[in-house]
């Protein structure tokens, strides 16, 4: 079992930025993809970024919508992945959630991961 610990939303303007905060703890002993997605009011789950880790190293990868707004980093010492969102716009107004897949690849599809945080929300007003 995973448990994920979501923090760092808020209410805030247009321009702003955040950054999300998403520690697992748990079975974090061997290596596991960890993702961010975000669900707006009446929309599906979209996926934002994820990040897969090996102890030879690791790789971001990122829906082209946020690249250059959005950046995932990840702290393995500290079984956390954050995301630093800046030039937030009203079409950021979402709750975001931080995924789990332990077969620690690329996937974009939310059913495919295994565990979920409890979601964040972020409102960003004009």
């Known amino acids: 079992q995973v448990q994920l610990v979501e923090s760092g939303g808020g209410l805030l303007k247009a321009g702003d930025s955040l950054r999300l905060s998403c520690a697992a703890s748990g079975r974090t002993f061997s290596p596991y993809a960890m993702a961010w997605f975000r669900q707006a009011p009446g929309k599906e789950r979209e996926f934002v970024g994820t990040?897969?880790?090996?102890?030879?190293?690791?790789?971001?990868f990122y829906e082209d919508s946020v690249k250059g707004q959005f950046t995932i980093s990840r702290d393995i010492a500290k079984n956390t992945i954050y995301l630093q969102m800046n030039s937030l716009t009203p079409a950021d107004t979402a709750v975001y959630y931080c995924?789990?897949?332990?077969?620690?690849?690329?996937?974009?599809?939310?059913?495919?991961?295994?565990?979920w945080g409890q979601g964040n929300q972020v409102t960003v007003s004009s």
């Open positions: 995924e789990v897949n332990l077969t620690n690849d690329y996937r974009v599809a939310g059913h495919e991961y295994d565990y």
């Open positions: 990040s897969t880790w090996s102890w030879s190293g690791g790789n971001i």
